[in-house]
């Protein structure tokens, strides 16, 4: 059984050029040419999928009981302790903000490197902490 | 320079792509399994994936669960990888792709060839599954993916039952059996990080939460915050690259404050930077021996010689050529006298000539060239060239002729410009002379007078560079319009453009114009001017003689204290991103540095997100605040039973301190308890294989099983969403 399921996926088919740059002693086992004795013949998995974004919001237009866990309400709640500030540079404890770009800095020269970065590299800090200006 | 020469740096190699290790195919299937009706226990995690018998301590297969597909168009084949064997082929790599969609699985073809490869594995060759499976999903999972999986596992591989049962509840199961009736469970999975409390034998899933931050965010945010640190890194860095920094080199900061503070301190630094050195080829430096060094200056000297003999045959002949030539020029001349005049002429005409001044000037040049080339064989300099003459200029115009006072006009303008030049030159040796002379008297000024001098010369720089920095403040203000200079600017502009005429300037009978007449006047131009920067780079240049001059004779004055120093003493940012390690202020960073990631800040900043979310933005409760909301739900009784078994599972509940750091912060939101510790946080002992533990626990326990795996009837009567509570897994809804 083994024999005839592990070999490099090169000795399906005749290609000795690829022989060369996949080395046949790795034993890995090419699952598009071995026969699954254990499935149902003919049926196939769907190939139309959903993503979960999509399949959340169909989920949530249905009618629920009060109290039922569901995926989207067991999500935890806005913080109600004041955050902590940290710079968006260093990650050191932020003690200004630039109020031109809004980044939070640690100390002079951290702000003297600010000051030279170009607007994009600022909105990138920004999106760091999910800050950055989106225009839509 | 000021090179240092730190002790050893401990380098960590990055490795580049993850290491393959095979996956072995089990042959025991016939003779230990076949007809058992053993359950089978897949533990089917984002990440990973880990499936084996439930009569077995371990699971058999643990990878990475992922499948790649795809034609290789060279060989013409079609390949399909699942798993760890996607990481032994280029292409396979690059075509990766997961059934989930977050936590879920929302793929079910890519999940059914998952299986496939499971059971392969596993060695099974029966007609189909004959085994009840039991098997992990996500907290709440949607019912739609739920009926996906249900449909595949009893449609296409007719197992009898199915067991769904929640990762990190089994993980709890598996650390303790009699204690898992009471306790909260944190999970700090891939993706996300769940947090169950579990209250006599009852999973509350109601107070359940999930924070949406776990190993899979965590290696994202690291791969963000190097691109930031080093955005011209000469590679590029992988998300398999970033997870290993994570696994690697994270820690969670007991106190976070003090320890970032702590960083700051280039002595604590140095021992908490981590380095890590990715790999890079050195430009190949052929190395001569002597011999051959010795061989080819010959080479080079033998082929200069060469070249300089040809050049002297060249300007031989040529020499030889101008002498005929003269020669030729000469006789025709001397022949004028012998020979009659239209014959004269005709041989002149014959030689190219138009008349006899035009044979003159050619004999004065060939001569001049003539003597010029001796002289230049023979080594001798050529003497100062006589000026030249201009004697039509100071005759009246009357007293020549029409074509000679063309000729004067000529001869004014190149006087002209010969006197500006010689002007020019005059000044310029004066200049030169000037500087010299300021230099020299600087020069003894330094000897005699040191001290005084160094002084001096400090305070002329500090004058610049208040300059400079003056100039680039009101350069900054200007950026912005409503600063004060800004609007000074505007007014200036306005007053310049209005027609009406500042009426105090002007007295009676002075209604005049007389702007420009003072130079100061101009400068109003300067004023409302946005861009001057003529005088910057003079003023640069300046600056940087005045510090060379110090670096060279201040022995204090060193290189981090020149304006626009970048080194390792006097820099933060410097040592931030490029470490403490030996830094050459001229050259820069050596070629291996360049190729060098520096983690400090970052090992404990991309951890630290579990306890303090808002720091990439997330506006979740953190871990603890999170455990508060949930203990707020339950009685003084049943916190206190939760608090005694909160269990700590899931693979990024391996990055050290975690523990301990929730030890600590637990304690704060729990009642004062002076005489013994009424709580305990532990981490499960295996983090990634617990879970897939105590669903095997479950398994074994066939009376059970019977009580809570749905069959294959119960799927058709009910549904692919239909489960039974069993106290592991969700609740039925």
């Known amino acids: 059984m083994a024999s005839s399921i592990t070999g490099s996926p090169t000795n399906s ?39 979960l974004k999509q399949i959340i919001t169909a989920d949530k237009a249905k009618e629920w009981k009060a109290n039922t866990p569901t995926y989207w309400n067991i999500e935890a709640l806005p913080s109600m302790t004041p955050q902590k500030k940290y710079c968006d540079i260093t990650g050191l404890e932020a003690r200004y903000t630039d109020p031109k770009t809004r980044l939070r800095y640690h100390s002079t020269e951290v702000y003297q490197l600010i000051k030279s970065q170009p607007i994009g590299v600022v909105q990138q800090y920004l999106g760091l902490r999910n800050a950055a200006v989106v225009l839509k | ?51 084996g018998w439930a009569t077995e301590d371990r699971p058999r297969l643990v990878f990475d669960n992922q499948m790649a597909k795809f034609r290789d168009r060279k060989a013409n084949t079609s390949n399909q990888y ?105 999970s700090v999975g891939h993706h996300y990080t769940h947090m169950i409390p579990v209250s006599q034998g009852k999973v509350h899933l109601e107070h359940a939460k999930r924070i949406s931050y776990g190993g899979e965010p965590a290696s994202e945010y690291m791969l963000k915050l190097m691109q930031m640190k080093y955005p011209t890194f000469p590679m590029k860095m992988t998300t398999t690259q970033s997870e290993l920094l994570q696994m690697n080199h994270c820690y969670v900061a007991k106190d976070y404050l003090g320890e970032l503070a702590s960083y700051e301190d280039p002595e604590v630094f140095k021992t908490k930077d981590r380095v890590v050195q990715f790999p890079f080829t050195a430009p190949v430096i052929e190395e001569k021996s002597e011999e051959e060094q010795a061989r080819l200056a010959a080479k080079r000297k033998e082929q200069g010689r060469r070249l300089q003999e040809q050049a002297a045959k060249a300007r031989l002949e040529k020499l030889i050529q101008r002498e005929q030539e003269l020669e030729q020029y000469n006789g025709l001349k001397n022949s004028k006298t ?124 500090k004058e610049l560079v208040d300059k400079i920095k003056a100039k680039k403040q009101l350069r900054e203000q200007l950026s912005d319009r409503r600063s004060h200079a800004s609007q000074l600017r505007m007014k200036s502009i306005a007053a310049l453009a209005s027609d009406a005429p500042p009426p105090k300037r002007r007295r009676k009978g002075q209604d005049e114009d007389t702007f420009g007449q003072d130079d100061e006047d101009w400068m109003v131009y300067r004023e409302i001017s946005r861009d001057d920067d003529s005088e910057d780079e003079e003023e640069a240049n300046q600056l940087d003689e005045y510090e060379q001059q110090l670096l060279k004779y201040d022995p204090e004055f060193l290189h981090e204290h020149t304006m626009n120093a970048y080194t390792p003493k006097n820099s933060f940012l410097h040592y931030y991103t490029n470490g403490l390690g030996p830094y050459d202020p001229v050259v820069g960073l050596a070629l291996d540095q360049t190729y060098q990631l520096h983690l400090n800040v970052e090992r404990i900043r991309v951890p630290e997100v579990l306890f303090q979310p808002g720091i990439i933005g997330l506006d979740q409760t953190g871990l603890v605040e999170t455990m508060q909301d949930i203990l707020k739900r339950f009685d003084k009784q049943a916190r206190d039973r939760l608090v005694q078994n909160i269990l700590v599972t899931g693979g990024m509940a391996q990055v050290p301190g975690l523990i301990d750091r929730l030890d600590q912060s637990v304690r704060s939101i729990l009642p004062f308890s002076p005489n013994q510790k009424n709580y305990n946080v532990r981490k499960a002992q295996d983090c990634l294989l617990d879970g897939w533990r105590g669903a095997a626990m479950v398994a074994r326990d066939g009376e059970r099983m019977g009580k809570i795996s749905v069959t294959r009837q119960e799927y058709e009567e009910y549904g692919g969403a239909y489960i039974k509570e069993h106290g592991l897994g969700n609740a039925h809804s």
């Open chain 2, 82 to 186: 699942i798993g760890n064997d996607v990481y032994a082929d280029v292409l396979a790599r690059s075509n990766a792709r997961s059934a989930f969609d977050g936590p879920v699985m929302c793929n079910p073809e890519i999940m059914e060839a998952v299986l496939d490869y499971i059971f392969i594995k596993m060695g099974i060759d029966a007609d189909r599954i004959a085994h009840p499976l039991v098997m992990t999903e996500p907290v709440c999972v949607p019912h739609y993916n739920r009926n996906l999986m249900s449909e595949l596992l009893f449609e296409s591989y007719q197992v009898p039952s199915v067991t769904y049962g929640i990762d990190s509840l089994f993980s709890l199961y598996a650390n303790g059996p009699e204690q898992s009736k009471d306790g909260i469970v944190m």
């Open chain 1, 13 to 51: 088919t005749s290609g000795a050029a690829l022989a060369e740059q996949t080395p046949p002693a790795l034993p890995v086992t090419n699952m598009a040419h071995i026969h699954k004795p254990f499935k149902k013949p003919g049926w196939h998995a769907s190939k139309k999928t959903k993503n």
């Open chain 2, 338 to 461: 012998t020979l009659k005049k239209a014959e004269w002429t005709e041989q002149l005409k014959s030689m190219g000539f138009k008349e006899e001044a035009d044979l003159d000037a050619a004999i004065k040049t060939t001569d001049a060239a003539i003597r010029r080339a001796r002289n230049k064989e023979l080594g001798i300099e050529e003497e100062e060239k006589e000026p030249p003459t201009f004697p039509l200029v100071d005759i009246p115009d009357e007293e020549l002729s029409e074509l000679d006072r063309k000729e004067k006009k000529k001869q004014r303008l190149l006087k002209a410009s010969h006197d500006a030049r010689m002007r020019a030159k005059a000044a310029k040796a004066e200049e030169t002379a000037y500087q010299e002379a300021l230099a020299q008297q600087d020069a003894e000024r330094r000897e005699k007078e040191p001290q005084k001098w160094l002084d001096e010369m400090h305070a002329r720089r």
């Open chain 2, 1 to 51: 320079m000021d090179m240092e020469v730190d002790e050893e740096v401990v380098l960590h190699p990055m490795q580049t792509e993850k290491a393959f290790t095979p996956t072995p195919d089990y042959t025991d299937y016939k003779e230990s399994f076949s007809s058992t009706g053993t359950p089978l226990v897949i533990d089917n995690g984002s990440w990973q994936c880990r499936a």
